[in-house]
Each structure stands twice: as C-alpha cells, then as structure tokens.
C-alpha cells in the first residue's frame, strides 16, 4: 500500500478534529465539573483497531498501516498475525506511532506446551497483557463435556499467566450462540470458565448468530475487559453507528458493570476501502462521544 502524503495530511486532520487538540484540557475541566457538582465522571475507555481489519493493506506495508490508524484517532491495536516480524520489531513500529497493543489473536495450540512460555514471552516485549483465542470449533465446543473441558483448561492458563500480568480470552463467533440443551455455547462457557478467562464478546458476530449481546454483557459483569464494536444490519458495508446494535446500551454496560478497558473496532465488510472504513468507524464513535 502506498499512502499518499495527501491522505496521511486528511486522516491527520480528521483525527485532531475527532478528538480534539485540547481533549486532556477539556477532561480534566469536566471532571473538575463533575466533582463539584457531586457525579462520578464517566471514565474514558480508549478504542484500539483489530489489524485483521485492514488485513491486506497491513501485508503490503504494516509500517504506513499503523501510522494511518494512530493518525486517525486510534490508541491500540490488536494483532492477528505479525506479518513475519520480530516482537521487538512491531514494539518498534508501535512506539513511533504512539500506539499500544490491546490484544494479539492466537489458535489455542499457542497456550499449550512449550509454546506458552514463547507466546508470554512475545507478548511482554509487545506490552500486550491480553492472549485472545480467536476461534475453537466443534472439537473444543461441541458438546457440553468438551465445552466443561476446554473452560477448565483456559481457567488454568490464565492462573499460569497472571504472575506475568497477563490475561486468556475468548472471542465471539456466530456459532458461540447456538444452544445446546436450552443454553448458548457460549453461555455455558463462561459459566464454566473462572473469572480470570476474558469474555472478548463481538457485538456483530453475537447479533448475526442470533444471540443476544446485551443479554450477555448483563449476565456476566466484569468479564469485558476487551470487547469488539461491529456493527450489524444497516446498508452493505455499514460503519459502527449506521446500523441497528443499540450502541448506547452496549456502552452503559461496558462502562458500568463490564469493566471494559477496551473498545477494539473490527470492520469486515467495506463501503470503500478497508482504510477508509474504520476511519469511518472511529469518527463515528467520536460523534457518539467515545
């Protein structure tokens, strides 16, 4: 991908206007505000981009990706693959842009064995303290003895990794919300699971499966501590906000009882270009306050 400066120079512009040059200034007179006036503050909760968003354009040139994203606006990202870079390497690339990592998306199989202590490893050099799985199938969930299993093995792994402050998560497919005798894959998951597993719930995939996202932020609190903001319905393509998730009780929730300290925006059906559609994204979060 080849930015041009012209493009860089627009999603700079847009990122000042959406978060505004004087944004710790203006926090810090509400809070000032808040506290006379005896109401709690509303914490702010940074937005980080999933990578697998822009997947094809991190490929050609992961260097002018993340520098367009932290120009428009976002603090983080979550990797899905290191495009055969070192640890140290991407750390590299993130310091320079002012951003930071806010998960990595692994396959189970890199929390297992000898390629924990590689993959914890890897990750204390990323300053990432979330170890997301980012899909099991039917031989990891399929039945509510392997459901029982596999929670109990997370459980495990996440007690292994909290001395290096870190956590296990994770993330939400469509299939996690087909029943098995009466209750959601996913409901009987993190029921099993003990509270140190990270609940990653994707607001789209649950919707598109035919679950219910706000059902699930209300019955496990505290276990967002990274979520993914997809829309769901709308016009093809549709950004966060054009289209029918309730985003105001989605973020109620996250920012009362989920204990959310990551809004992760995944984007995988594009109006324009895939850059150009999370740009869209975050200005639109920006509008709704976030």
């Given at each position: 991908m080849n930015l041009s400066r012209r493009d860089l120079l627009k999603w700079g512009a847009g990122a000042v206007l959406a978060t505004g040059a004087l944004a710790p200034e203006l926090d810090a007179q509400i809070r000032a505000k808040g506290k006379r006036r005896g109401v709690r503050p509303v914490r702010r909760i940074p937005i980080g981009l999933q990578l697998y968003s822009v997947r094809q354009d991190c490929e050609k040139d992961l260097p002018g990706v993340l520098k367009a994203v932290a120009q428009m606006g976002y603090q983080g990202v979550e990797f899905a693959g290191y495009y055969g870079r070192k640890a140290d390497e991407l750390k590299k690339l993130l310091d320079a842009n002012g951003l930071k990592c806010c998960g990595t998306h692994i396959g189970l199989n890199a929390l297992l064995g000898d390629e924990l202590k590689k993959t914890v490893e890897f990750n204390k050099t990323l300053g990432n303290p979330f170890l997301i799985v980012s899909y099991m199938g039917e031989?990891?969930?399929?039945?509510?003895?392997?459901?029982?299993?596999?929670?109990?093995?997370?459980?495990?792994?996440?007690?292994?990794?909290?001395?290096?402050?870190?956590?296990?998560?994770?993330?939400?497919?469509?299939?996690?919300?087909?029943?098995?005798?009466?209750?959601?894959?996913?409901?009987?998951?993190?029921?099993?699971?003990?509270?140190?597993?990270?609940?990653?719930?994707?607001?789209?995939?649950?919707?598109?499966?035919?679950?219910?996202?706000?059902?699930?932020?209300?019955?496990?609190?505290?276990?967002?501590?990274?979520?993914?903001?997809?829309?769901?319905?709308?016009?093809?393509?549709?950004?966060?906000?054009?289209?029918?998730?309730?985003?105001?009780?989605?973020?109620?929730?996250?920012?009362?009882?989920?204990?959310?300290?990551?809004?992760?925006?995944?984007?995988?059906?594009?109006?324009?270009?895939?850059?150009?559609?999370?740009?869209?994204?975050?200005d639109n979060l920006r509008k709704m306050g976030k």
């Open positions: 031989d990891r969930l399929g039945t509510i003895e392997k459901i029982n299993e596999t929670a109990k093995l997370l459980t495990e792994i996440g007690a292994k990794v909290r001395p290096d402050g870190m956590q296990v998560g994770y993330h939400a497919h469509g299939g996690d919300s087909k029943k098995l005798d009466g209750e959601t894959v996913w409901d009987r998951f993190f029921t099993a699971a003990g509270p140190e597993v990270t609940m990653q719930l994707d607001i789209g995939n649950c919707i598109g499966g035919g679950g219910d996202p706000y059902a699930v932020l209300r019955k496990f609190p505290g276990r967002s501590a990274t979520i993914h903001l997809k829309e769901h319905g709308g016009k093809p393509g549709a950004p966060i906000g054009e289209g029918e998730v309730k985003w105001k009780e989605v973020f109620q929730l996250c920012e009362t009882t989920g204990r959310t300290q990551w809004y992760i925006v995944e984007q995988e059906s594009y109006a324009g270009t895939p850059l150009e559609s999370v740009k869209q994204c975050i």
